[in-house]
C-alpha cells in the first residue's frame, strides 16, 4: 500500500523544493510573497511550508519568517537547508511542526500565506475554515492574507477512476546524489460529491548506468475549490478579498489557470 504524501522522509519529500521550483504555475511566485511581506506590517508566516522553498528566499530579503507544516520529515530537510545559510539568514528564518487547522504561535504576523496549493491538502470544509480561522487569528492589524490553489478543470474531474497507464511527470536530478529520478503519476480518483481526488505518484531514481537504485509511491490527496466557493469561504471566516489574479503576475482570473487570492481580516 502506498504511503500518503509527505508521510516520511522519501524521494518525493527530498526533491520537492527543486521539481516544484521548475513547474511553470510557481514562476514568480516568490517575488510575489516577497513584495506582499515588505508592505506587511510585521514578519511572514507560510503555512504548508514544505522544505523551505519560500521562506528561505524571504529570510535572504531581510523578512523575519516563519514556515509551519504537519510533515515532520519536510521540516527536516528545511531545517538542513536552512543550517547551510549564513548567520543572518538563519537569525531570520524558523521552521515550527504544526496543523494548519489548529496552531497557536503566540503571536500576529504582518502576512500568513499558504503557497502552491498546500490549502488543497485540506480534504473537508470543515478543515478549511478552521484554517481559515487561525490565519485570521494570527494576522496583525492591517495584515494580508494570500492563498494559491488551482482553478478546476472540470473535464479531470469526472466521477470515478480515470486511465491508470503510468503518465510521466518529468525527470528531475536528486539534489544531494544528483542521480536521475523519474516521476510518473497513474490511478486518478475523482469524488465529485466530497471534490476531493487521490492520485498514486511512482518516485524512481536511477543511477547514471540506469540501474533503479530507489521506487517509491504515495498517494495525493487533495479537495478543490471552486471560485465563488472559495470567495464566500473567506467572507464566512472575516476576510474581505482585495484581489484574485489567475497567476503571479496578477493576470486577472481565468479558467483552469491558478485562483491566487489576497484578502484582509475584518
Not at 148 to 157: G, K, Q, S, V, Y
Not at 209 to 214: D, E, F, M, Q, T
Not at 250 to 262: D, F, H, I, N, S
Amino acid at each position: 500500500m502506498p504511503d500518503m504524501f509527505y508521510s516520511h522522509r522519501s524521494l518525493n519529500v527530498e526533491l520537492y523544493a527543486d521539481r516544484t521550483a521548475a513547474l511553470p504555475v510557481v514562476e514568480g511566485d516568490v517575488e510575489f510573497y516577497l513584495q506582499l511581506a515588505r508592505a506587511a506590517p510585521g514578519p511572514a508566516l507560510e503555512l504548508g511550508c514544505g522544505t523551505g522553498r519560500v521562506v528561505l528566499p524571504l529570510a535572504r530579503s531581510g523578512i523575519h519568517a516563519t514556515g509551519l507544516d504537519l510533515s515532520q520529515s519536510m521540516l527536516d530537510v528545511a531545517t538542513e537547508r536552512l543550517a547551510k545559510e549564513d548567520a543572518e539568514v538563519i537569525g531570520r528564518a524558523r521552521f515550527v511542526h504544526g496543523d494548519m487547522t489548529d496552531f497557536d504561535l503566540g503571536g500576529q504576523f504582518g502576512l500568513v500565506y499558504i503557497a502552491f496549493r498546500s490549502f488543497m491538502m485540506l480534504s473537508t470544509p470543515e478543515e478549511q475554515r478552521r484554517c481559515l480561522e487561525a490565519a485570521h487569528r494570527h494576522l496583525a492589524p492591517g495584515g494580508t492574507l494570500a492563498i494559491d490553489l488551482f482553478d478546476p478543470l472540470l473535464d479531470r474531474l469526472v466521477p470515478g477512476l480515470m486511465p491508470d497507464s503510468w503518465a510521466p511527470m518529468g525527470n528531475y536530478p536528486h539534489p544531494d546524489t544528483f542521480n536521475l529520478v523519474r516521476i510518473e503519476v497513474a490511478d486518478r480518483m475523482n469524488d465529485p460529491l466530497t471534490q476531493v481526488f487521490e492520485e498514486t505518484w511512482r518516485f524512481t531514481e536511477v543511477d547514471r548506468a540506469g540501474y533503479v537504485l530507489r521506487q517509491e509511491e504515495e498517494v495525493l490527496r487533495m479537495r478543490w475549490t471552486y471560485r465563488y466557493e472559495m470567495r464566500y469561504l473567506l467572507e464566512l471566516c472575516g476576510f474581505e478579498v482585495l484581489a484574485e489574479y489567475s497567476d503571479y503576475f496578477r493576470a486577472p482570473p481565468a479558467y483552469g489557470k491558478e485562483q491566487v487570492w489576497v484578502a484582509k481580516a475584518i
